[in-house]
């Protein structure tokens, strides 16, 4: 069993940046890729970023490539989401999950989720 909780969102201008955190419980965190997604109002939740159990591994959407990066510290049983340059299409609920599948993109791949936190950006 994994709990995880995220936070570090907030309301930012367009432009600017946040880092998202997302803590784990259980000692078998280290052994699970994890991934984060987003919902935005009306929309179905979509694939942001995924990281393998290690860390040496990383996948992004295509919409956040270059601007979003994902990181994680075993030893804190956290994993992060670095965002920059936001625009306010990126404003939606982030959600962390936990997954036995190698950076996978597919929501009912992950076993785990958090309970979300909200991202705003504004114009």
């Known amino acids: 069993q994994v709990q995880l909780v995220e936070s570090g969102g907030g309301l930012v201008q367009a432009g600017g940046s946040l880092r998202l955190s997302c803590a784990a419980s259980?000692?078998?965190?280290?052994?699970?890729?994890m991934g984060w997604f987003r919902q935005a109002p009306g929309k179905e939740r979509e694939f942001v970023a995924a990281?393998?159990?290690?860390?040496?591994?990383?996948r992004y959407a295509n919409s956040v490539k270059g601007r979003f990066t994902v990181s994680r510290d075993n030893a804190k049983n956290t994993v992060y989401l670095q965002m920059n340059s936001l625009k306010p299409e990126d404003t939606a609920v982030y959600y962390c999950?936990?997954?036995?599948?190698?950076?996978?993109?597919?929501?009912?791949?992950?076993?785990?989720w958090g309970q979300g936190t909200q991202v705003t950006v504004s114009s």
């Open positions: 999950a936990a997954s036995r599948v190698l950076l996978t993109t597919r929501p009912f791949e992950y076993d785990y």
């Open positions: 990281i393998s159990s290690g860390g040496s591994g990383t």
């Open positions: 259980g000692r078998t965190f280290s052994t699970y890729n």
